[in-house]
């Protein structure tokens, strides 16, 4: 074999073992397609996988991450969903969150993503943890406002965090500020809850989950009738997200308890 020969079929094996970055960044992207067909088609486990396998192909595909994020949170929250498998779906959300936001630290979709996880997470801690994590839930949405302050799913965080913290009776709010370090509970107030939450409404007024929330906060602050048209709604919307008939079925199971 020539000199020239050889080098040729070195050449044409390392292109074979060693694709271009600009091969992977396109896999990548053929499964991000993917992802979001399945998405749309709420298919959310299969979602998951393409968005996962373009985090293989490109681990910094800022949108693979947010969406894997997204797609972790709404599997954990399926009623269908194991107890463990749910807070390891969590914890992966999280992570691909925490990802996201130091490839693009400057945009709102990985900290609002990093907000909503954190908030999932601190569901299966307990109390001392979860002040923890209140306190960087709320951080994290603020964040995600500072670059978007009409970002709908942001401004839900906000509002379901303040009611939250207000839904809390006094003595706990008091040992979390003063001896748990969630100083900025003191913040919390219903005026706030209520504000963000038809805030979210106004940006996304077809996302059913800001319609449910928005009715519960309205029943906490005694407007009845506010709450109802709320959970009302929240029926006759048409289902969008994966877990629209779970939330349409908490709406059911509220109006009743009005």
């Given amino acids: 074999m020539s000199i020239r020969s050889a080098v040729l079929a070195v050449a044409i094996c390392a292109a074979t073992v060693l694709p ?54 709404d599997l954990g929250e399926s009623p269908n969903t194991a107890k463990d498998r749910r807070t390891e779906l969590y914890k992966s959300a999280e992570l691909y969150a925490r990802r996201a936001v130091e490839v693009k630290p400057n945009d709102a979709e990985g900290h609002f993503h990093l907000a909503r996880s954190l908030g999932r997470t601190a569901l299966t801690l307990g109390t001392r943890d979860r002040i923890k994590y209140a306190t960087d839930v709320r951080a994290q949405a603020l964040e995600a406002l500072k670059y978007d302050p009409k970002h709908a799913g942001a401004l839900h965080v906000m509002g379901v965090w303040n ?56 029943r906490d602050v005694g407007d009845k009738a506010k709450a109802r048209e709320q959970f009302e709604l929240v029926a006759r919307l048409p289902a969008t997200d994966a877990n629209d008939s779970m939330y349409k079925r908490e709406a059911e199971r509220q109006l009743k308890s009005l």
């Fill in 20 to 73: 271009s970055s600009a091969a992977l960044a396109q896999t990548a992207s053929e499964h991000i397609a993917a992802g979001d067909r399945e998405h749309a088609a709420m298919n959310v486990a299969s979602a998951l996988k393409h968005y996962e396998a373009a985090m293989a192909a490109d681990p910094k595909s800022y949108e693979a991450l947010w969406k894997a994020s997204r797609e972790a949170v």
């Fill in 163 to 218: 009611a939250e913290v207000m839904r809390l009776n006094g003595f706990s709010r008091m040992m979390a500020k003063n001896f748990l370090g969630g100083q900025v509970f003191g913040s919390a107030s219903w005026k706030n809850a209520v504000r963000y939450m038809e805030e979210s409404v106004a940006a996304e007024p077809q996302r059913i989950t800001h319609r449910l929330d928005m009715g519960k906060i309205y």
